[in-house]
């Protein structure tokens, strides 16, 4: 008998419906069993978000400042596992508070040792400095990480960030203004993540995971698109500087950090509207002097190796 553990944080249940499309073919096998552990904070985050709160994340959730758990006695994360697929958020360019504070916990480090994981990503687009983080905190429970799946919002950056913040601040995962693409991870894409079951069923089965990531790559597990590469790495760099700034301007309720936070605000729209397209024509322009860069580059950022 084999035992898969599926540890999740979601708001809008979007994840929990793509970690559960992912794992349909492993709920199908007899010699499987799946269960679910839901990621709880003493303090949650509230969803809808309010403006407040959603920018007010951002220094913790970039700098990984963990926070406090709460249900980590429960007794599904007290068994051994012989898999454990991951399924988390983007935050600010990184993996979400409530999956960093879990990650950084004791019985994190317990339940995750030596056993094989797999992580599942569903985000708005920029994800992969975010993976390179989680190999990390990963490596530090001295889990093994063995394959990766990642889904994103197909719409155009532009679009996307108009239909996320709505979703985001209204609850509602629906046509904004009715003109509008649905926000999020397309339903077309979350139902057809089962595809993925069959080869992590038969890696499970078989405990041989070498092949797996290049078993999920051939059923388009995830897709690099050196743009956005480009703008994560910079964006990385800009945001460190940024939110220890504001980490130093006081406590979350303190004057100076909600002034500096909503400078970040507006900083970040510039970026995103001004800069970002400035940045897409400096990429283009010397696209044929880093081809062979972006090639290794997706190929690594593509694989379960970390540097």
């Given amino acids: 008998m084999k035992n898969v553990l599926v540890i999740y944080y979601t708001q809008s249940g979007q994840l929990l419906e793509i970690a559960k499309n992912v794992t349909q073919e492993l709920e199908k096998a007899k010699e499987v069993t799946v269960n679910y552990y839901n990621i709880k904070l003493k303090n949650n985050f509230p969803f809808p978000w309010n403006k407040k709160e959603f920018y007010g994340a951002f220094p913790e959730s970039f700098l990984q400042i963990p926070s406090e758990l709460e249900d980590t006695n429960n007794p599904i994360l007290q068994k051994k596992y012989d898999l454990i697929i991951l399924a988390y958020q983007v935050w600010y360019l990184t993996p979400s508070i409530p999956i960093n504070s879990f990650l950084k916990s004791d019985i994190a ?27 990390k905190l990963l490596k530090n429970t001295k889990a093994k990480l063995v394959g990766n799946i990642v889904l994103v919002d197909r719409n155009i950056n532009h679009i996307s960030v108009i239909t996320i913040a709505q979703w985001m601040f209204s609850g509602l995962k629906k046509r904004y203004l009715g003109i509008f693409p649905k926000p999020g991870v397309s339903e077309k894409d979350i139902t057809d993540s089962k595809r993925f079951g069959q080869p992590i069923l ?106």
């Fill in 202 to 307: 038969k890696a499970l089965t078989t405990n041989n995971y070498k092949n797996l990531q290049n078993d999920l790559l051939q059923k388009n597990a995830v897709k690099i698109k050196p743009f956005l590469l480009t703008v994560d790495k910079r964006a990385n760099i800009l945001f460190r500087k940024w939110a220890n700034l504001i980490r130093k301007k006081g406590a979350k309720n303190d004057q100076k950090r909600i002034f500096w936070v909503k400078m970040f605000n507006f900083y970040l729209l510039f970026a995103i509207w001004i800069i970002a397209p400035v940045v897409f024509i400096l990429y283009l322009l010397t696209y044929p002097i880093t081809f062979f860069k972006i090639k290794k580059d997706k190929k690594y950022y593509s694989s379960v190796k970390i540097k």
């Fill in 109 to 135: 480090k317990k339940t995750f040792a030596d056993t094989p994981v797999i992580t599942v990503i569903g985000c708005r687009n920029m994800w992969i400095m975010a993976q390179e983080k989680m190999k």
